[in-house]
């Protein structure tokens, strides 16, 4: 299971640090990804890092937002600088696996997720 946190009510230009918690002995064997819905869009994906630690973040948060993991304490994480009030949404974690060069999420639950507010 996957449980993220750390969502909340920012002001721009703030940070927010998201977390999400793995349970199960194969973490470190997985990409992960953080994905987001902001109201009436459909869920994109934000970041994804694989299991060496290669990441990729989307171009609309480049710059801005860092993914990270650490396989001993099973948490992969989501810093995310300089926020907009388009960033806001309900962001998810996920693995994620490859078809291809293309990141597809790796399985079908995602949880409740984490809500992102940005606005002053």
């Known amino acids: 299971q996957l449980q993220a946190s750390g969502g909340g009510l920012v002001q721009p230009g703030g940070s927010l640090r998201l977390s999400c918690a793995a349970s199960?002995?194969?973490?470190?064997?997985?990409?992960m990804g953080w994905y987001r819905q902001a109201p009436r869009k459909q869920r994109e994906l934000v970041a994804h890092?694989?299991?060496?630690?290669?990441?990729y973040t989307a171009a609309s948060v480049k710059g801005r937002f860092a993914i990270s993991r650490d396989n001993a304490k099973k948490t992969v994480y989501l810093q995310m600088n300089s926020l907009k009030p388009e960033d806001t949404g309900v962001y998810y974690c996920?693995?994620?696996?490859?078809?291809?060069?293309?990141?597809?999420?790796?399985?079908?639950?995602w949880g409740q997720g984490t809500l992102v507010t940005v606005s002053s």
């Open positions: 996920n693995t994620v696996r490859f078809i291809g060069s293309t990141a597809v999420p790796g399985t079908a639950f």
């Open positions: 199960g002995s194969t973490f470190s064997s997985y990409a």
């Open positions: 890092i694989r299991s060496g630690g290669n990441s």
